[in-house]
């Protein structure tokens, strides 16, 4: 079974219901994708590189 295409699109609670935010889908890799414009592909990480990123993130 293809995790990745089965797994659920998810944005952030932040975002309001709005859809100018990014939403990322989590599975063994971890998609991103424009909220907006969803059919345009999205960017795969894997989720040691999505983990730095988010404490980068946190950390400024």
Do not use: I, Y
């Amino acid at each position: 079974m293809d995790t990745q295409a089965t797994a659920t699109w998810r944005k952030s609670s932040f975002s309001g219901g709005g859809n100018n935010c990014v939403e990322v889908r989590l599975s063994p890799a971890v998609g991103v994708r424009d909220s907006k414009n969803r059919t345009a592909g999205h960017l795969t990480v894997d989720a040691a590189e999505w983990t730095a990123f988010l404490s980068a993130l946190k950390n400024n």
